[in-house]
Each structure stands twice: as C-alpha cells, then as structure tokens.
C-alpha cells in the first residue's frame, strides 16, 4: 500500500512554469510506475506522462511532450512534473498515481494504476 500526495499546484500565467510533486508513503515508491495524470471540467482523466521504477524511462503525452519532464527521487520516495511553457489548456486537476503491475510499457492506461493522489489544480491565465 502506498499513499500519494501532491502539492505545487497553482495559479500560473501563459508561458509560466510550475513544478509538481508527489510525495508518496508507505511501501517505498520505487517498487512503483509512476504516472501523472490530469482532469479538466467535464472532461475525463487523460494521461500526462509515466516514468519507470529506476527512472530510465519516461512516457509523455503528444499534448505535452517538450514541455514537461517527469522525474523521480527513490531516495525521496518522491515523483516530480515540471511543466515549463503552460497553455490555457493545460488546466487541470493533475493527479499522481502508482502502478504496481507488470504491465508492459508503456502504461497510458488508468486501469493499470493501483493508487492515486488527491489532486492538485493547476490554472492556466491566458
């Protein structure tokens, strides 16, 4: 069991920059796929981007890919998403979760995610 919780969330301008974290407890985060996802209003969850347990392996949406960098600190037991250039679409609750499957890469698929975060919103003025 691993609890998640994210943070750094917030109110940006266009062309700003946040950094995500997700803080993770219990079972260490490294036995994990680590993955960010977002919901906007009246839309579904969609994937963001994945990062494998060592951290040599990273997955990014079309949408954000060459904006966003997925990273992790195992030491830490925790996951980062920095999100440079931001767009009005981009807004979001953007929510961190855990798989711990044996699923093959790359893991898009919510289903496969055994534990998620409460969410942090993320605001994108234009």
């Not at 998640?4 to 079972?27: I, P, Y």
């Not at 060592?54 to 920095?82: F, H, M, P, W």
């Amino acid at each position: 069991q691993v609890h998640l919780v994210e943070s750094g969330g917030g109110l940006v301008q266009a062309g700003g920059s946040l950094r995500l974290s997700c803080a993770a407890s219990g079972r260490t985060s490294r036995t994990y796929v680590m993955g960010w996802f977002r919901q906007a209003p009246m839309k579904e969850r969609e994937f963001v981007a994945a990062i494998g347990r060592s951290g040599g392996t990273t997955d990014y949406a079309d949408s954000v890919k060459g904006r966003v960098t997925i990273s992790r600190d195992n030491a830490e037991n925790t996951v980062y998403l920095q999100m440079n250039s931001l767009k009005p679409d981009d807004t979001a609750v953007y929510y961190c979760a855990a798989d711990a499957s044996t699923a093959v890469w790359p893991r898009r698929d919510i289903a496969v995610y055994n534990y998620w975060g409460q969410g942090t919103q993320v605001t994108v003025s234009s």
